[in-house]
């Protein structure tokens, strides 16, 4: 019994379309390596049933990491968007942060300064802050978050 291939499958009837992605090998690439490898193996020594499943168990492995790097860039990028959201809750709040200031000596001065949280901006990945008194840091330069005073 003879099994025929459908022609349609084989690299010579593919076109060719090739984006750059560096030295890394995708698993498209992988997949077609796989078939010519069948489709040009000697027919009275064919490839044996255990190197074609370590060939799949690679296959199946490689678009697993794949999906799972899709998944993780996502994951990533949904918690930088987050960073408004999250900051949000400072409005109305007390904050710390440091101001380094360079000295007519050249020297480092670090003043801790303190204000209240007027409002969150988001300015592409970074997200800042601005005091009452008109201020705007990084919420990096944040050192410590606290209820405001009661005024008397």
């Known amino acids: 019994m003879t099994v025929k291939m459908d022609p349609s499958l084989y690299l010579q009837n593919q076109t060719v379309e090739r984006k750059a992605k560096g030295d890394a090998l995708g698993k498209d690439d992988f997949l077609k390596i ?28 490689l678009e697993q990491m794949t999906n799972m790097n899709k998944m993780l860039e996502t994951f990533i990028n949904s918690q930088t968007a987050d960073g408004i959201l999250k900051y949000s809750e400072m409005i109305g709040k007390e904050v710390q942060y440091n101001s380094v200031s360079i000295g007519e000596n050249g020297e480092q001065n ?43």
């Open 34 to 61: 796989l078939m010519t490898q069948l489709q040009n193996q000697d027919p009275m020594n064919p490839m044996q049933d255990k190197d074609f499943i370590a060939q799949m168990a690679t296959f199946t492995s």
């Open 110 to 152: 670090v003043t801790n300064i303190s204000g209240i949280v007027k409002s969150v901006q988001q300015k592409g990945t970074q997200t800042f802050i601005e005091l009452q008194d008109g201020t705007t840091i990084p919420t990096s330069s944040i050192t410590k978050v606290s209820n405001p005073a009661p005024e008397l």
